[in-house]
């Protein structure tokens, strides 16, 4: 709605910019480190890889001082699992702890509250090779005693902490629970027994990091795109809640609720999805409620009624990385009123203030909005500094629906931009760029890997100066 005027963001509000460790940090095979299934993925050869990435490893220090320089009041980082826990369980490998203290030393000492993802998509391969990772119930035991020890190590300074990274996307991505199979339909099936798991796991983590950590704050950072009905047909209304709840709402009904939601249930006993488990899981999940909501948004989508025909059945899925047509149920269309990046991903500010709005309503719990960022091909500039208004623009929208959130009642801890520094992209290597400083580098060129400041980190660092006046 249209208000009258509009209140400031509070002064505790943590102005961020967020990673992940495989997309950052580079030194893939460095001081001990295991591989992540990540690392050994067969990709695109056109696209480079995470053995050097933005080498933040070696960086690290120069890249807190451009943070602090930016005035940056969180950063949001993930630790990677096999840095720790080569094998994913077993000895502990300390210079990988050892980087994380310093990371988090520097941090600290330059004013920067840290935010840690716990697991964000660098999965030890050694867990799939020992027992078929996320699939066997042993995953969980070994996700909270890696868990429980990162708390140990770092709980005094780190306050706030983030179980899995987009468990939502994550169950849908067969090479990121380290599956080979062609067997699309039982790849499904597999990812939705792997999120049971990561929701056991994840709730069992909650409980540690409450009993383990002084002050500790910790919650999920789902993926969430607005959808919308692509109609007012009443079947793309029905479509559009159905999509809602099987897409969007099913890991959080499990993360807050303790339940899988009605729809999704029954989506997954149509077709021999749900899995087999004890009754207790659900009261842990019950038991351990996260202290918030974090969440990544990028766009929004369009949804449309998608009913059987002669040449579809239950179970037909679609897919554009993520299930894109569900026979008898939805499908995605291109929404012709939004503008979209490079790579498609349709620019919808108005969406965020909507999702942050069906969240409150629905948990109840503060908002970290754990990503949010405009990735695009850059080159620098011959002459003078890179002028990526583009970016600018989508991230001052994007802000001025938090603050407009805000006002109509929803509580907010801060704001992460994704990302810091150029990083490489999850899907488009370094041709796909998202940073207030631009690294020097290209796909398969290492060049000298040198940080420099793009327009948009002045006017971060001037947003973050007047707390979001300018917003
Ligand atoms: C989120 C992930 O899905 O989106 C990040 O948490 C990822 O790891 C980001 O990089 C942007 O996606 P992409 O494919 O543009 O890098």
Redesign the pocket.
Known sequence: MQCKSIKPFPDNFLWGSAS?SF?AEGAAHEDGKGDSVMDVRVQDPSICNYEVAADHYHHYKEDVALMKECGLKAYRFSIAWTRIFPNGNGEVNEKGVAFYNDLINELVSAGITPIVTIY??DYPQALVDQYGGWLNRKSIDDYVNYASFLFRTYGDRVKYWLTV??QD?VVHMPFRLGLTDDDRHEKERLGFLANHNMCVAGSLAVKACHEIVEGGKIGP?V?FDMLYPTSNKPEDGLAWMDAMDIRNYYVLDMNVRGEYNGAFRRYLEDRNMYPEFDPSDMEIMKANKPDFIGF?Y?ASKSISAYPLNENTKIGDIEFKLLPDKEAGIYQVVKNTNLNATL?G?EIDDTGLQCVCRLLWDRYHLPLLIT?N?F?NKETWPEEGILQDDDRIDFLTRHLHNVKEAMNLGVEFIGYCT??FTD??????GFS?R?GFVYVNRTEHDLRDLARRKKKSFYWYQETIRNNGENI
């Not at 990083?423 to 488009?428: D, L, M, P």
Request: proline residues 0%.
């Open positions: 992940a997309q964000h998509f990274n987009e996307h950072a993926c990544n990028y790579w991903w990503e960022g990735g994704w990302s990083i490489v992209s999850g899907h488009s796909k998202y």
